[in-house]
């Protein structure tokens, strides 16, 4: 199985922050990555699909990138909406599906 | 509008049986892979299993293999989750979820989720 981890596991910034969260597989999942924001109580959101493409309706500030191994989430300027956990998702192979462990973006 | 509303969740022991569901509507339902989430309290997620629009193919977690079955009634845009066996470690928000590939092809993400429903298994 490929195994995905997240840092920081906290992050704690600022309203017009920049903001970037590392997600890193086990081994190589090319660009089949995405990532998705969760807030209290509610379902997660995608943002980003294939490791730097944008879903409909996402503002320009989220960005994507990274292959291979290492893939980084960029909020270029952190807004109040922006607090949350955000978790990466690789799907890559049948091995399954697997989620990292989370990034919450708290206040500072 | 895309809209998938989960119920069924409850609490139920150890060793007993639940059945989720998964009422979709505002897009084709039988040209798309659906797949079941799930959330332990305080916890991050966990993808469960999918299932390919008419059925035939179906995927699992190694951990509910031989105990959850997931399936799908196209006629009723339904998707269900038939859960055996539950234990503890199966408490969870379960979040019924779209993989956007259509009817071309499978991509493994998913673009659209419910609201979830919870699982408690207790005693």
């Known amino acids: 199985d490929i195994q995905m981890t997240q840092s920081p596991s906290t992050l704690s910034a600022s309203v017009g922050d920049r903001v970037t969260i590392t997600c890193r597989a086990s081994?190589?999942?090319?660009?089949?990555l995405a990532w998705y924001q969760q807030k209290p109580g509610k379902a997660p959101k995608l943002l980003i699909y294939k490791a730097s493409s944008l879903e409909s309706g996402v503002p320009s500030r989220f960005s994507g990138s990274g292959s291979g191994t290492e893939f980084t989430l960029t909020i270029s300027s952190l807004q109040p909406d922006d607090f949350a956990t955000y978790y990466c998702q690789q799907y890559n192979s049948y091995s399954g599906i697997t989620f990292g462990p989370g990034t919450k973006v708290d206040i500072k | 509008e895309v809209q998938l509303v989960e119920s069924g969740g409850g609490l139920v022991q150890p060793g007993g049986s639940l059945r989720l569901s998964c009422a979709a509507s505002g897009f084709t339902f039988s040209s798309y892979w659906m797949s079941w989430v799930r959330q332990a309290p305080g916890k991050g997620l966990e993808w469960v299993a999918n299932?390919?629009?008419?059925?035939?193919?179906?995927y699992y977690v190694d951990s509910v293999k031989g105990r959850f079955t997931i399936s799908r009634d196209n006629a009723k845009n339904s998707l269900y989750l038939q859960m055996n066996s539950l234990r503890a470690e199966d408490t969870a928000v379960y979040y019924c979820a779209r993989d956007p590939g259509g009817a071309l092809k499978r991509t493994d993400y998913f673009d659209y989720w419910g609201q979830g429903t919870l699982v408690t298994v207790s005693s």
């Open positions: 299932i390919k629009q008419d059925g035939s193919e179906k």
């Open positions: 081994q190589s999942i090319s660009s089949w």
